[in-house]
């Protein structure tokens, strides 16, 4: 045997250095707690989603029970029977159509009256400059911290003097502006920097025609989400309109659908008679919101294009 050869015999062969392996377990290990919490938050939103969910889901089955079924399995998702007749009985012994005739009225001159007189009062708390500016406005925020039963009896007797009483004015003009709206426009009007307008202030434009023209367009988030807010609550409105009317004519679905009380229609609870009703009354609201979903979430797009 050669003498290399036996040198490299004699030579120990070194170990290759085995990869660290303490960072990999530590990327493992949190990495599937990481998992595990995600698999819990989506666990936990499913749980919160039901919890919300599960009340509609019973007002759409015990609408097409009996009232035999509705009173004694209250909670079953599945009716004994399946049964129409309160629907039909919405179009045949309820004024329904005159109950939602008056709450598409209401809603529609409330809805873009609240948007006009709230997008003109935040854009002047927003803008002009006056005395007793900072007083007003912390007057609107102190009006948002009182409860709106506080507020029902003093409305009643307003609208009693004012002889508005029981008239489709006295409905709507106190809902045409709203402190939580103007709050909600004078903080965007905030986020929208003043230099957009000096443009419009050089060639003459008056105040009113800078808000129509260029803030206004601007402000289009906050403007859909100031709609969405004002017709569902003016079309889900029920406090107002117990004190501000008293005939059946000027009832509205919310205050109709609350007259639906047992006894008054026919003997039984009436319960499938009063969810089909409120079943009916929630799908324009929630057209309405899935139709400006993706405009309501994008909060941010006026300010941008600023």
Request: hydrophobic content about 50%; proline content about 6%; overall charge positive.
């Amino acid at each position: 045997m050669r003498q290399d050869d036996l040198e490299s015999a004699s030579t120990p062969l070194l170990a290759e250095p085995a990869p660290p392996r303490g960072p990999k377990r530590r990327r493992t290990v949190l990495s599937a707690r990481a998992g595990t919490s995600i698999i819990a938050g989506y666990l936990l939103l499913v749980l919160l989603a039901l919890v919300y969910i599960y009340p509609f889901l019973i007002s759409i089955a015990s609408s097409m029970k009996t009232d035999a079924d509705a009173t004694t399995n209250p909670l079953s998702l599945l009716p004994a029977t399946w049964s129409f007749a309160a629907y039909e009985r919405l179009f045949t012994d309820v004024p329904l159509p005159l109950w939602a005739m008056n709450s598409v009225v209401i809603t529609i001159c409330v809805t873009f009256g609240r948007v006009f007189f709230d997008s003109l009062a935040g854009y002047a708390l927003s803008r002009l400059r006056f005395r007793g500016r900072t007083l007003l406005f912390a007057g609107f925020v102190g009006v948002m911290s009182v409860p709106a039963v506080v507020l029902l009896i003093p409305r009643f007797l307003i609208l009693k003097q004012v002889g508005l009483y029981d008239s489709y004015a006295g409905m709507i003009i106190p809902l045409l502006a709203d402190a939580a709206g103007i709050f909600i426009m004078k903080q965007f009007f905030d986020s929208i920097p003043a230099s957009v307008e000096e443009a419009a202030r050089i060639d003459g434009a008056s105040i009113f025609r800078t808000f129509r023209s260029i803030v206004l367009p601007m402000a289009r988030p906050a403007v859909i989400t100031l709609f969405i807010l004002s017709f569902q609550g003016s079309w889900n409105e029920f406090s107002h309109f117990v004190v501000s009317r008293q005939s059946p004519e000027l009832n509205t679905l919310t205050t109709g659908v609350a007259s639906l009380v047992s006894g008054q229609l026919g003997a039984g609870n009436q319960y499938p008679l009063q969810l089909a009703a409120a079943v009916l009354m929630s799908i324009p609201v929630a057209v309405i919101f899935f139709v400006f979903q993706k405009r309501l979430m994008n909060t941010t797009e006026g300010a941008e294009k600023g």
